[in-house]
């Protein structure tokens, strides 16, 4: 079965540090990769993702992820947060070859960023 | 405005009493779905819908059913609802197609049962 780790519950940073959330997948095949920003009170919203072609994407606002498929990772990064970045980030895989078109979500991650 | 719609935002319900989430959306998506959202557990997919008349199990779907008659709506239907539903549910859609395309989610409805 398809499941997906965040291995960081909650990330404090001040403003200017660089972020770097790691993201684990467990599937073989071919894989369609997100990743979601929940700020305080609202919906999520779509950061980036990658499906094929180049494995660093780059996304709004800043951040980028690289695929490593060797490590079946994609984690998701910037290099100067800000305070408006404080929200919850959830990584994201659906795996089309899988029969199913479930998307399988990580726990999160809750990122607060220090003025 | 491109948007998915849900109601109600906020709902307080007892044990076993039917109720109903809907679902709108006007982007003539042809896949929907839904999640709940639980502290410390992230999102879990309850169920999906590919498009009209076809819809499928997540990884959470007891305790639910959804049917999807219309292309833009996506009803959530709790039947007898318990304790341990009560948490936050969001609905999503997306273009159709094989899952490379972005899901654009609801604002949420909060659920509890008490």
Redesign the interface.
């Known amino acids: 079965a398809q499941s997906v780790s965040?291995h960081n519950?909650h990330v404090i940073l001040s403003e200017a540090a660089s972020l770097e959330l790691g993201c684990n997948y467990s599937y073989g095949g071919t894989v369609?990769l997100?990743w979601y920003v929940q700020y305080p009170g609202?919906?999520?919203?779509?950061l980036l993702?990658y499906?094929?072609g180049d494995p660093l994407v780059k996304g709004i606002k800043g951040f980028e992820a690289e695929f490593i498929k060797s490590k079946f990772s994609f984690n998701l990064r910037k290099p100067s947060v800000q305070w408006s970045d404080t929200a919850e980030y959830?990584c994201?895989v659906?795996?089309?070859g899988s029969g199913?078109?479930?998307?399988?979500?990580?726990?999160?991650t809750r990122l607060k960023v220090l003025a | 405005e491109a948007q998915v719609t849900q109601n109600p935002r906020y709902l307080i319900t007892v044990t076993g009493k039917k109720l109903t989430v809907t679902c709108s959306q006007n982007m003539n998506h042809e896949y929907m779905s839904w999640y709940r959202q639980d502290p410390g557990l992230g999102l879990r997919q309850i169920y999906y819908s590919m498009n009209v008349e076809a819809t499928d199990k997540g990884d959470v779907p007891e305790g639910y059913k959804v049917s999807r008659k219309e292309k833009r709506n996506f009803p959530l239907i709790l039947e007898s609802p318990s304790p341990n539903q009560t948490s936050l549910y969001f609905c999503a859609s997306r273009r159709g197609g094989t899952g490379s395309y972005e899901q654009y989610f609801g604002p949420g409805t909060r659920l509890t049962v008490t």
């Open positions: 965040q519950h369609n997100f609202q919906h999520l919203q779509l993702k499906f094929s959830f994201a659906n795996a089309p199913t078109y479930k998307y399988i979500f990580g726990t999160g």
